[in-house]
């Protein structure tokens, strides 16, 4: 048995197409859906990781389905210890070249060391792959690339070496150590944390002087920078300037996106420019 860890619901949707396409191995796909490259990443003393986690999204996240709950340490090692009871099975790492993914590689081989030669990475950074039409572009998720495409991927699978036990296994607990609140990818695996207000500035760019829906102002900011924390984050951060006087606030934060409108306080306005 081959298990897939792969991040998001939306990469999992595309790989999940692939594997039922190939039967050539059993395999399981299992999901990691915390976006591990926002929030906080050390736990008070006593706290479980998920609960730290789960505090986190919670703040972040106001859905009409409940409270946001963050299970992957859990599912990650329910999916380990079936490597103890079978010691053919592997476990792949899908890795595309987004600060989630890189930072899920760090996190998973903390807990994966005890299984050297059986993690394998599928690292798909600064490579091509073909769309609908047949040309080709370089994917910065695997959610973009078509299922006959990632059939493909699949032979770019490799073990995770000895030495990346050894170095990118002690480079999560560097990042932990610092505990920033946001943390970018800068080619390669190369990990930066950076203040939790480090996109405000793209997210005030496309905010003026009148009212518009929050949804709005996330979406433009994220098609023209490409920011990879996700539109939820992106909405918190909105909510979290208004309490700080930066935009002002009208409707119901508590709700989405679409229920609240923001705008700049007049002397912001003057001073932020569009580009």
């Known amino acids: 048995m081959v298990y897939h860890i792969v991040v998001g619901?939306?990469?999992?949707?595309?790989?999940?197409?692939?594997?039922?396409?190939?039967?050539?191995?059993?395999?399981?796909?299992?999901v990691m859906r915390d976006i591990l490259n926002v929030g906080p990443l050390v736990k008070r003393e006593g706290q479980k990781f998920s609960d730290m986690r789960t505090e986190f999204w919670q703040q972040v996240v106001i859905s009409e389905k409940g409270p946001a709950e963050v299970d992957d340490l859990e599912r990650l090692l329910k999916t380990a210890n079936e490597l103890s009871k079978n010691e053919t099975d592997k476990i792949w790492l899908w890795a595309a070249p987004l600060p989630a993914d890189i930072?899920?590689?760090y996190w998973a081989l903390r807990y994966l060391t005890k299984y050297a030669g059986r993690i394998f990475i599928v690292n798909i950074a600064g490579l091509p792959f073909l769309d609908e039409n047949g040309k080709v572009f370089f994917p910065k998720s695997f959610s973009e690339i078509?299922?006959?495409?990632?059939?493909?991927?699949?032979?770019?699978?490799?073990?995770v070496t000895k030495s990346e036990f050894e170095i990118d296994a002690e480079e999560w607990l560097k990042i932990s150590q610092v505990n920033a609140g946001i943390r970018t990818l800068e080619g390669g695996k190369k990990v930066l944390s950076k203040n939790d207000t480090n996109y405000d500035h793209q997210l005030l760019t496309f905010c003026a002087g009148h009212f518009q829906k929050a949804q709005k102002v996330v979406a433009q900011a994220m098609a023209k920078f490409n920011?990879?924390?996700?539109?939820?984050?992106?909405?918190?951060?909105?909510?979290?300037?208004?309490?700080?006087?930066?935009?002002?606030?009208?409707?119901?934060?508590t709700k989405s996106p679409r229920d609240f409108e923001v705008c700049l306080p007049v002397t912001t306005a003057e001073a932020v420019p569009l580009f």
């Open 9 to 30: 619901d939306h990469a999992a949707a595309q790989l999940d197409q692939a594997l039922h396409t190939d039967p050539a191995m059993p395999d399981t796909l299992v």
């Open 227 to 253: 920011i990879p924390t996700g539109d939820l984050y992106l909405v918190w951060r909105l909510r979290r300037l208004g309490e700080m006087g930066k935009l002002k606030i009208q409707g119901d934060p």
């Open 146 to 159: 078509l299922p006959k495409e990632l059939i493909k991927a699949k032979k770019l699978a490799r073990p």
């Open 103 to 105: 930072c899920a590689y």
